[in-house]
């Protein structure tokens, strides 16, 4: 069974901080790169942070240097540590294969929302 289940989101001031999770399936987590995405209101879902297999790790440069992506294979889920968050952070974030296209399966997503 495809499942994405991410959790963690809330209403945070700005500057403070969340840890977003992801519990996937094995059929999308298993040998793949893993990234967190994240959609505004008014715009395209844009891919954050990606993590590979082997934990090697690529950030958007709007969120370098404040938020890391981790992930624990035995337990097929996706990390995303946001830290100094700012209202421009304010979106739903998903998770998924780096790859997966806006017709594949795409999880609920967890709301972040930063007030300044």
């Known amino acids: 069974q495809v499942q994405l289940v991410e959790s963690g989101g809330g209403l945070v001031q700005a500057g403070g901080s969340l840890r977003l999770s992801c519990v996937a399936s094995?059929?999308?987590?298993?040998?793949?790169?893993m990234g967190w995405f994240r959609q505004a209101p008014g715009k395209q879902r844009e891919l954050v942070a990606y993590i590979t297999n082997s934990g090697s790790t690529n950030y958007a440069d709007s969120v370098k240097g404040r938020f890391t992506i981790s992930r624990d294979n035995a337990e097929n889920t996706v990390y995303l540590q946001m830290n100094s968050l700012k209202p421009e952070d304010t979106a739903v974030y998903y998770c998924?294969?780096?790859?997966?296209?806006?017709?594949?399966?795409w999880g609920r997503g967890t709301q972040v929302t930063v007030s300044s």
């Open positions: 998924n294969k780096k790859r997966a296209r806006d017709s594949e399966y």
């Open positions: 094995g059929s999308i987590f298993s040998f793949n790169v």
